[in-house]
């Protein structure tokens, strides 16, 4: 008979969740079963084609790069899982593992804020700057959580995430980013960060004022990440639209999503 798998609860333990209020981050080594796993892989290939058809259609002869996405380079394809045939990707941004991360990190309510594939192409010298997730919403707002979800195994070679501890930053608040080519930047020091090395299925779990970095993808295959991001109330635009998504998720603890 095989061993059941772990509870999530078993997952996140006082330790993570101190180091989330002290350091901005924890880590969850293999925390994605390998059916989602396999699933958010197949989903992840579904988009980029489909990203890569809207390319084709872009005009004749098709472009090379649409919004902030570069055919077979880089892709940032965000908050399409509605058009997951099936509610596939429901399942996970809606499922267990992201409410136990809530629970833990933002507390009883959240909403999805954002979801993202972020997807480096092999070989490719695509790097990020240091910067804040709440670097990039002008206006105000409380610290909501990023889950940096793993489709491959990641490290320094294909361009791994860097995480910043609040402790080393020197600050927990949101400071004032500059816009340096494509990248926002708010920390110019010269600490390197903590680089996230880990398998395929696991999570990177971090504040939106924890500095964040990555490197390039020097490796010969592609390096994906499923990125879903969750506050615990509707972020107003300082034109007093709603700012991003507000999908709702837990309310009272409790998973309210469909």
């Known amino acids: 008979?095989?061993?059941?798998?772990?509870?999530?609860?078993?997952?996140?333990?006082?330790?993570?969740?101190?180091?989330?209020?002290?350091?901005?981050?924890?880590?969850?080594?293999?925390?994605?079963?390998?059916?989602?796993l396999e699933l958010l892989r197949g989903e992840c290939d579904h988009f980029i084609s489909k990203r890569n058809a809207e390319m084709d259609a872009a005009g004749p002869g098709g472009v090379h790069e649409l919004?902030?996405?570069?055919?077979?380079?880089?892709?940032?394809?965000?908050?399409?899982?509605?058009?997951?045939?099936?509610?596939?990707?429901?399942?996970?941004?809606?499922?267990?593992?992201?409410?136990?991360?809530?629970?833990?990190?933002?507390?009883?309510?959240?909403?999805?804020f954002y979801e993202q594939w972020v997807v480096k192409g092999a070989e490719k010298g695509v790097t990020f700057s240091w910067?804040?997730?709440?670097g990039y919403v002008?206006?105000?707002?409380?610290?909501?959580?990023?889950?940096?979800?793993?489709?491959d195994d990641v490290n320094e070679e294909n361009g791994t995430v860097y995480l910043l501890p609040y402790s080393r930053a020197g600050t927990r608040e949101k400071v004032e980013h500059v816009r340096v080519g494509r990248d926002m930047v708010g920390y110019h020091g010269d600490d390197p960060g903590d680089a996230v090395i880990v398998p395929a299925g696991s999570v990177a779990v971090f504040s939106s004022v924890c500095f964040h970095r990555s490197g390039a993808?020097?490796?010969?295959?592609?390096?994906?990440?499923?990125?879903?991001?969750?506050?615990?109330?509707?972020?107003?635009?300082?034109?007093?639209?709603?700012?991003?998504?507000?999908?709702?998720f837990l309310q009272g603890g409790k998973r309210v999503a469909t």
């Open 1 to 36: 008979m095989s061993a059941a798998a772990p509870q999530v609860e078993s997952l996140i333990t006082e330790q993570h969740k101190k180091q989330y209020r002290e350091e901005g981050f924890f880590v969850l080594e293999r925390a994605i079963e390998p059916a989602m």
């Open 67 to 112: 919004g902030s996405d570069i055919r077979d380079n880089r892709y940032f394809i965000a908050n399409r899982y509605r058009e997951s045939e099936g509610q596939k990707l429901s399942r996970f941004i809606f499922g267990e593992l992201m409410a136990e991360i809530c629970r833990a990190t933002i507390g009883p309510d959240a909403l999805l």
């Open 131 to 134: 910067h804040q997730d709440s």
């Open 138 to 151: 002008k206006a105000p707002h409380q610290p909501y959580v990023t889950c940096w979800s793993t489709l």
């Open 217 to 248: 993808n020097r490796s010969p295959r592609m390096r994906r990440v499923y990125l879903t991001q969750y506050a615990a109330e509707p972020i107003i635009n300082l034109e007093g639209k709603l700012s991003g998504l507000a999908d709702p």
